[in-house]
């Protein structure tokens, strides 16, 4: 494992920098840097799909850090939301358009955007839906993405115990990569899976870089019985799992409420840097 970096982050560099979020032809949500070649990260909002964020690049725009759909795990789409069992149904599994149905994406602000999309029960009918409000920060070396999620029950839901669901990352991870997924406990891969924690960071060699890059998650303090368990699988993709605490339910018209940071960064894990953004939110 890369040992943590001893660096204090500099005041200096939590100084945040200018983005620009705009809707491309496509109907995608780009995010760029002023005069930048390429999008920093592109949010999709088919119509007849889950939402979802691919690529995400690393900060000096250098690497992608996501992957669409890797050869171990087909329903997996870079960064996305789904619990694995609504009322009987897998919105972590699927992803078309008989579980999905988009409703539209907008830019909120330069920094700013939102998703909306309907969770469908076997017939088509709603059964819940689902809003994603996105902010970003860049701050040159690292830029932080916050997700404020919520999800409104057209009928009484069940979101029954299963050992992963919520927000979920996939790195490009391949068997002959260095790589490690190591928590705000200090635990890593194999003895993180399952462990409560408030943040877990998932490094690795990818594409296009000499040194690691970066995702950590945060999972905010105030969400429903924090700090929930962790999913960390043997490809190293993570998410807060709350239903692996056991069922847990959403009332017809209620509207449950969950609130995630990324912190997307390089170089040697960096305790301090995620720490300062945990204690800063």
Same mark, same amino acid.
């Given at each position: 494992?890369? $040992?943590?970096s +001893? %660096?204090f %982050?500099?005041? /200096?560099t939590?100084?945040?920098?200018?983005?620009?979020?705009?809707?491309?032809?496509?109907?995608?949500?780009?995010? $760029?840097r002023a005069?930048?070649?390429?999008? +920093?990260? !592109?949010?999709?909002?088919?119509?007849?799909?889950?939402?979802?964020?691919?690529?995400l690049l690393?900060?000096?725009?250098?690497?992608?850090?996501?992957?669409? #759909?890797?050869?171990h795990h087909?329903?997996?789409?870079?960064?996305?939301?789904?619990?694995s069992?609504?009322?009987?149904?897998s919105f972590? *599994?699927n992803?078309?358009g /008989?579980f999905?149905?988009?409703?539209?994406?907008?830019?909120? /602000?330069?920094?700013a955007?939102s !998703?909306?999309? =309907?969770w469908l029960?076997?017939?088509?009918?709603?059964? +819940?839906?689902?809003?994603?409000r996105?902010?970003?920060?860049?701050?040159?070396? *690292?830029? !932080? +993405?916050?997700l404020d999620?919520?999800?409104?029950?057209?009928?009484?839901l069940t979101?029954? $115990?299963?050992?992963?669901?919520g927000?979920?990352l $996939?790195?490009? &991870?391949?068997?002959?990569?260095?790589a @490690?997924?190591?928590?705000?406990?200090?635990?890593s891969r194999k003895?993180?899976e399952?462990q #409560?924690?408030? &943040?877990?960071?998932?490094?690795?060699?990818?594409?296009? #870089?000499?040194?690691?890059?970066?995702?950590a998650m945060? @999972?905010?303090r105030?969400?429903? =019985?924090?700090? %929930?368990? &962790?999913?960390?699988d043997?490809?190293?993709?993570?998410v807060? /799992?709350?239903?692996r605490l056991?069922?847990w339910?959403?009332?017809?018209?209620?509207?449950?409420?969950a609130r995630?940071?990324?912190v !997307?960064y390089?170089g040697?894990l960096?305790?301090?840097?995620?720490?300062r953004?945990?204690?800063?939110?």
């Amino acid at each position: 494992m890369i $040992r943590s970096s +001893l %660096v204090f %982050v500099a005041a /200096s560099t939590l100084a945040a920098q200018s983005l620009q979020v705009a809707r491309t032809p496509k109907g995608t949500i780009e995010v $760029r840097r002023a005069g930048a070649p390429q999008a +920093l990260l !592109v949010q999709n909002a088919p119509a007849d799909m889950r939402p979802y964020l691919h690529p995400l690049l690393a900060p000096d725009g250098n690497g992608a850090l996501t992957e669409f #759909r890797p050869g171990h795990h087909l329903h997996q789409t870079g960064i996305f939301f789904g619990f694995s069992a609504v009322n009987g149904r897998s919105f972590f *599994h699927n992803t078309d358009g /008989s579980f999905f149905r988009g409703k539209g994406a907008r830019v909120e /602000s330069k920094a700013a955007w939102s !998703v909306e999309t =309907d969770w469908l029960a076997a017939g088509g009918t709603v059964l +819940l839906t689902e809003t994603q409000r996105w902010t970003i920060r860049d701050f040159t070396t *690292h830029y !932080v +993405l916050d997700l404020d999620w919520s999800g409104r029950a057209a009928v009484g839901l069940t979101i029954g $115990r299963y050992d992963y669901g919520g927000l979920f990352l $996939r790195m490009p &991870w391949r068997k002959d990569i260095a790589a @490690d997924a190591v928590n705000s406990e200090g635990q890593s891969r194999k003895a993180a899976e399952g462990q #409560r924690a408030r &943040w877990v960071d998932v490094g690795m060699t990818v594409e296009g #870089r000499s040194d690691w890059a970066h995702v950590a998650m945060l @999972d905010h303090r105030d969400n429903p =019985d924090h700090p %929930v368990p &962790w999913r960390v699988d043997g490809n190293l993709g993570i998410v807060p /799992s709350r239903s692996r605490l056991g069922d847990w339910t959403i009332a017809q018209g209620e509207t449950a409420r969950a609130r995630y940071r990324l912190v !997307v960064y390089t170089g040697e894990l960096n305790r301090v840097l995620i720490e300062r953004h945990w204690n800063a939110w």
